[in-house]
């Protein structure tokens, strides 16, 4: 990924880092000793690290709540012979983003048994699709348990994502997960195969309406009979469920 100047790739981390919950900050550089051009630079989480304790207010009563968790979202750029600078990790490749914070674990631990992954959420203005990994609390309200960025959409990019997501909830797996209806998904059923892997009936309904467009067309009540016929299946399905739990 390209960037014109330092102040772009600055706009651009922010907006990520304000999709996954965080602030983000200037970190360290290193520039030209003749020209003072910018030679490369490092953006951090604003949670990177914790502080250091203040020796000199050691009977303060009411300190400062501690707002860093050791984040270790962050991101490099390079300049190269063009002026410009490219996002880089250190073998100088462009690399994919996986950030949580603490908040986040806390609240995985607590409503982490469904979760929804999508990676049509949002799409950057190069296309690059941003995974969010959430779900709701008691009160309905939508939580993101992890966000990613992704350089390219692939099976080894899901497994990685995937194996990180693990390792950040320290191992934990949810119940069930909800994901679209992409054929990389099924690497979820070889990482996770415990899980109950289930699909979002709105993709279901929007790749019918792409795939039957010419039947939807000629056929008023066709997208209302689909629905309703999903509904039966779906009653029939937990009946026979709870059916065989009880006997």
Same mark, same amino acid.
């Given at each position: ?145 992890? @966000?990613? /960025? $992704?350089? #390219? ?9 995937? &194996? ?5 909830? +320290? ?37 019918? @309406?792409? /795939? $039957?467009? #010419? ?9 209302? &009979? ?5 509904? +039966? ?15």
């Amino acid at each position: 990924m390209e960037f014109d100047t330092e102040a772009v790739a600055k706009e651009y981390y922010e907006a990520y880092a304000k999709v996954a919950g965080l602030g983000a900050r200037l970190s360290k550089a290193h520039t030209d000793q003749n020209s003072w051009m910018l030679l490369d630079r490092v953006f951090c989480s604003s949670r990177e690290r914790k502080r250091h304790k203040d020796k000199c207010n050691v009977n303060v009563k009411c300190p400062r709540p501690e707002t860093r968790c050791e984040c270790a979202g962050r991101m490099k750029i390079s300049c190269r012979q063009n002026g410009k600078y490219h996002m880089v990790k250190k073998d100088d490749l462009i690399t994919n983003i996986f950030c949580d914070e603490a908040k986040m674990r806390t609240d995985y631990a607590n409503f982490g048994d469904v979760v929804c992954f999508d990676t049509t959420y949002r799409k950057h203005k190069d296309g690059r699709p941003i995974a969010l990994f959430v779900s709701i609390n008691h009160h309905k309200q939508t939580l993101v348990f992890g @966000a990613a /960025l $992704l350089h #390219v959409e692939t099976v080894k990019t899901f497994e990685w994502l995937f &194996d990180t997501f693990a390792r950040t909830v +320290i191992g934990k797996t949810p119940c069930t997960m909800l994901t679209d209806q992409d054929g990389r998904m099924t690497t979820l059923d070889s990482q996770w195969p415990t899980i109950n892997h289930r699909l979002y009936i709105w993709h279901i309904y929007q790749n019918a @309406a792409i /795939l $039957l467009t #010419v039947v939807f067309a000629n056929i008023s009540d066709f997208a209302t &009979d689909l629905v309703v016929a999903y509904m +039966i299946i779906k009653a029939k399905l937990i009946f026979l469920r709870d059916g065989m739990k009880c006997s």
